[in-house]
């Protein structure tokens, strides 16, 4: 696709239920991020896959948040037993990976329009 | 990642350059440089990056300090819809640690007509 989606882009549940986010990288782009912005803060780190390397997870605030990637493709952001705290916009960015063919870096994640997850 | 320090805003008149510094005085010889920005109710949007040299796209550019301990993004002539959060990042690019970008509190960028 032409650009980073995310989906659904808005979602509003129960408190106490479980929402799955789901994240369609650019074609070909080997790393994924999620990250997290509260209303009025900054982005915060959630989680990051790097082709098949092992994820790191550093970011991820409890046990309740979980992401899975199969592959180079889609992942899913899960939250399980969402508390209102849990209200924020998800966001997910690719990019190419963490050097490019040539030994230099890359330059840039490309981020999507996010999904505004509201716990009610 | 290193930490960033940032003024958390500035105003800007149109048509004027806007100067946005940032402190990185704990930078290491292998972070980069890199500026974000996120625009009202969208994504992050990359700007410019860099390692010890000065550099320019069509979007700005980036003049970092000789010792690399802070540096300043240029928009060269700013307009109202570069009304946005700009983020400096710095960041291991080793493969080992992977790309992950950590954000700060950015400053908020209002330009005014």
């Known amino acids: 696709g032409a650009g980073v989606s995310q989906s659904p882009s808005n979602k509003v549940t129960e408190k106490g239920k479980d929402v799955e986010l789901r994240c369609d990288p650019i074609?070909?782009?080997?790393?994924l991020y999620w990250y997290r912005q509260r209303l009025g803060q900054g982005l915060e780190f959630l989680i990051y896959?790097?082709?098949?390397?092992?994820?790191?997870k550093s970011g991820l605030p409890s046990d309740r948040f979980s992401a899975e990637r199969t592959g180079e493709s889609v992942s899913t952001l899960t939250i399980q037993r969402t508390q209102q705290e849990d209200s924020a916009v998800y966001l997910c960015?690719?990019?190419?990976?963490?050097?490019?063919?040539?030994?230099?870096?890359?330059?840039?994640?490309?981020f999507g329009q996010g999904t505004r997850l509201t716990v009610v | 990642d290193a930490k960033t320090t940032q003024p958390p805003s500035m105003d800007c008149a149109e048509g004027r350059a806007a100067n946005l510094p940032c402190n990185h005085s704990?930078?290491?010889?292998?972070?980069?440089v890199y500026w974000y920005r996120q625009i009202h109710s969208q994504g992050p949007q990359y700007i410019i990056h860099?390692?010890?040299n000065n550099e320019t796209n069509e979007m700005a550019s980036l003049i970092i300090t000789e010792d690399r301990k802070s540096s300043t993004l240029i928009l060269p002539h700013a307009t109202l819809r570069d009304t946005a959060v700009y983020y400096c990042?710095?960041?291991?690019?080793?493969?080992?640690?992977?790309?992950?970008?950590?954000f700060g509190g950015g400053t908020r960028v209002l330009v005014k007509p």
């Open positions: 860099g390692l010890k």
């Open positions: 074609s070909g782009h080997t790393a």
């Open positions: 896959f790097q082709g098949n390397s092992a994820p790191d």
């Open positions: 704990t930078i290491s010889g292998n972070e980069y």
């Open positions: 990042i710095v960041r291991l690019m080793i493969k080992a640690a992977g790309n992950k970008l950590t």
């Open positions: 960015a690719s990019s190419l990976g963490a050097l490019r063919r040539d030994g230099l870096p890359n330059t840039e994640a490309f």
